[in-house]
């Protein structure tokens, strides 16, 4: 009976996504229809300020890549694509990117976006007074900014860092009025001044922020919508009731569990094209964990499907590697860790472990991470392992991690439109993120020739080696790719998620 | 009478600085430093002690509270560590809206606790129907009442809006459509609260020998609930209004969020999870004086009410 339920309730939510199809094929024929208000719902907003410098809060960026455009933007496929950086140029061995900008920009203040004002939004980010929150990122990557010509700007780099453009379509790369920042000074957070197609038009914290159509945009004829606002929801549940009655056109961050909610009458569930990376971090420089037969053993002993089954119902993706397929970077996965109590239980014998001693496995209190722990708990047990969950703050979990005080744990990281971003950042012997003390010369060695070269085929290649070293020395266990969705209303055209989540509703509009 | 008030008040102004300044002592000293609560976990000593000299956390903490005390008494509660915003603008745009949503909970549910129960006679089904409001208002979770009542009349019947704050430059009818369920939500719980306080005050002075004697001259039932009953039964009443108005300085937490009102007790809360120790210690003063404030305010009205209170005092 109950999974006769089950079964049901996919059907439902697979109609829901079929109708996604065919609303964007006739999207194409329709003309766009100018005007209106798009609402979007944020559950319990957590806004705090509109400088992108100074942004912390995913919510913040919901807002922010509306109220400013980036030196680049990224495509659904995370390749890179020009924004107020026309077209740009790798110079100086992958050490000097110029940058060609668009002409005749304004921000939303009258002035005039230049090389002088990419220069400043730079500088004032490094600027130790600023308190930027992209200074610890970019500090040691930039030696200089260099005005080349008003409508050409030069970034000169202490060392190669392929990365820089995939910075520069995030918070790094949204361009602020300087003038403006400079009059408003600390209250600039509250009146923001961009480039971008919307202007802040009222904010009233924790109910609703506003926003209104700039009509100077230097897009012409962009964007559709008059207006967008965001409305603060209690909670997800709620917030798809109003989507049901139109008082909301769009919500995001949904799990699979809620878009069983969506009426697929008057809403489409979209999926965002790639989820974040669920997995199993270790200390592998140390006892216990550096007992690789145990690991091994470890990772045979997890059955990924039940906890893509459990926590996303069945909608993840199961990860053999770091990074999800489909994008530029991405090599075929092989085969990883299959699942097999057998070959789990002969390892174990053979790597020497002492079955009564206990494996600590760390659970934070975040809902899915708890989950994990608890999937994962049970199912090494079930191999003949005596494991303690160990219950941790998600406040102080990841500052525990770093100071390597919590030790076998779940982790999750999202995919960066650059492969530098995650790989040399967690597994390089002198990456920021590496917090699992592995060490591998030839990993470094790798991971440093994929800084030195651009080209992408070969670059690809180098990545696709790391991840199979990985998959073997399981520094990480790779769980599975999650399922995040947004719910749209059919009334909504033109607009779809992108992989880094932020919306961007230049293009969106609204039928009558 | 005056000489009353003045008594009461003089007392007020010690016990809020005496507050004030244990409030201010567990922010900054007690619980560590605001600067590593601020920096978080993995700052290092270096960034704390330089947070610690710029902001004079290093100061004796006396000196330190009469320079916060200072600067409050002007209107200047220092800036938030979070949004960058002065705090004083933070709170003058949410007290209002707290204060507003509280004073119509506490007039309606008061009016209605001590009007229903004094005019509907008790033992008949009506009487116990009260009861039976009173005890399921008091024990429904607020968020779920919230829910519900969004539910029922938003999304299902859709006469009233399902959330928001409209100002009162929207429009007055705006203004009111959407202060209608989150006032009977709130409303709903002091109801509870309010109705049986005065119902065991008013059985207590029900059989009293004034009462039996207003009967026995043969004045009217409503009369003699009204005229003899009332005034004598209702005074913890005001009392427990005057508390629960205090506390609404802070914010009917619940409330504000399933309602998603811009109100004071979600700027508090948000504060308090982001460590954004200005703003604590600023609602909290304002809490702490709203409540000694409000009490007072209670304590006239009772001696304004019972001879008996003023002329012993």
Known sequence: MNIDRRHMMKATSAFALALSTPWSASAQQETPRSGGTLTVGLVNDNTKTMDPRLSIQ?????????????????????????????????????????????????????????????????????????????????????????????????????????SLLADLADRAGLMLSPTAAQKFGQDFGRNPVGTGAFVLKQWVQGTNITLARNPDYWRKGEPYLDSVVFRTVPSAVLGLQRVGIGEIDVMANLGPAETKLIDPRTTTAMKLPIGRWYSLQWQVDRAPFNNAKLRSAIAHAIDRNRINQILFDGQGTIADGLTPQGLWYSSPFKPGFEYSP??????????GWNMSDPITLWAPSEASYNRISQLVGEQIQAIGLKVNLSPVAQSEYYARVVQKSVNFTPSSWASRADPDGLYYFLLHSKGT?????????????LLEQGRSI?????????????????MQEVPYICLLFGADYVAVSNKVRNWAPSPDSYPRFRRAWKAA | ????????????????????????????????????MMLGLDASPAAISEMNRAYGFDDPII?????????????????????????????????PISIELGLWAICLSGFAAVGLNSLIPRGKISGSLISAVSVVSITIPNFMLGATLVYVFAIYLRWLPTSAWAPWSDGILDHLLHLILPVATLSAFYFGSFSMIYRAEYRSVMNQLFVRVARAKGLSATRVSLQHILPNSVLPVITFMGITLGQLMGGAVVTEVVFSLPGIGRTFVAAIRGNDYPVILAIGAIVLTGMMVTNLIADIVIAWINPQVRLSS
């Open chain 1, 342 to 351: 057998d070959k789990a239980r002969a390892l174990l014998k053979e790597s």
């Open chain 1, 454 to 470: 651009t080209d992408q085929t070969e670059r690809a290649k180098l990545y696709g080696q790391v991840q199979e070293i990985v």
């Open chain 2, 63 to 95: 000196q330190q509270y009469v320079r916060w005390l200072w600067a409050a008494l002007q209107g200047d509660f220092g800036r938030s560590y979070a949004t960058k915003q002065t705090v004083s603008s933070m709170i003058g745009s949410a007290l």
């Open chain 2, 1 to 36: 009478m005056i000489r009353f008030v003045l008594k009461r008040a003089i007392w007020v102004a010690p016990n809020i600085l005496i507050l004030t300044f244990l409030l201010f002592a567990i922010l900054t000293s007690w619980l560590g430093s605001p600067s590593a």
């Open chain 1, 433 to 445: 993120g590496n917090t699992t003390g592995y060490s591998n010369p030839q990993v470094d060695r």
């Open chain 1, 58 to 162: 995913l919510d913040e960026r919901q807002v922010l890549f509306l109220l400013y455009d980036t030196l680049v933007a990224v495509d659904r496929n995370f390749s890179l694509q020009p924004d107020l950086a026309k077209s740009w140029k790798i110079e100086n061995d992958g050490k000097r990117y110029v940058f060609t900008l668009q002409e005749g920009v304004k921000f939303q203040d009258g002035t005039p976006f230049d090389a002088a004002a990419v220069k400043w939004n730079i500088e004032s980010r490094l600027d130790e007074k600023v308190l930027s929150s992209q200074r610890a990122q970019l500090l040691p990557v930039i030696a200089s900014i260099e005005i080349v010509s008003p409508s050409v700007v030069a970034f000169n780099l202490n060392y190669q860092y392929p």
